[in-house]
């Protein structure tokens, strides 16, 4: 963020909250003219500080998906393992988020699924058969508390 003024953060935060913003929109909630945010907007683009523009789904109005975090432990950690594991995880749409962590557990995934035949199909032919699985602990979200993709900038 060492290369980013306040008018940077303020339009990347007005982004994060609605991209659908128009750059005229944008320049008059931080008086600024459509030529220079423009500009910024495509300055951030190119640097990569602005990856893609996407389209949050309503989780409910789809039916209720069911969201599953799971752990799962390898049975080496080197980095050959490793890359096998994520370059499966890559192919399956229904993992939406995969961290490598420290800590007792290599991977915490994210997970969508319709509904819980739906996921134990999937972790049963498809998460669980990838080579060099060891361990998997699935957690069943109850509640979403706070779901937020904003990320603070000022």
Request: proline share 3%.
């Amino acid at each position: 963020m060492e290369n980013l003024d306040k008018t940077d953060r303020r339009i990347l935060t007005l982004l994060q909250q609605n991209a659908r913003l128009t750059i005229q929109e944008i320049g008059q909630q931080i008086n600024l003219s459509k030529t220079p945010v423009h500009e910024r907007i495509k300055r951030l683009e190119r640097e990569g500080i602005i990856e893609r523009y996407v389209t949050i789904l309503n989780k409910k109005k789809l039916g209720n998906l069911l969201m599953v975090y799971c752990q799962v432990t390898l049975d080496r950690q080197t980095r050959d393992a490793f890359a096998d594991f994520e370059g499966a995880i890559r192919l399956l749409p229904d993992v939406l988020e995969c961290n490598r962590v420290s800590g007792t557990f290599d991977y915490l995934l994210k997970i969508v699924s319709r509904d819980m035949e739906t996921y134990n199909y999937f972790y049963q032919e498809q998460l669980s058969v990838i080579p060099g699985t060891l361990h998997i602990s699935s957690f069943f979200v109850m509640a979403d508390v706070k779901s937020s993709t904003i990320v603070p900038l000022e």
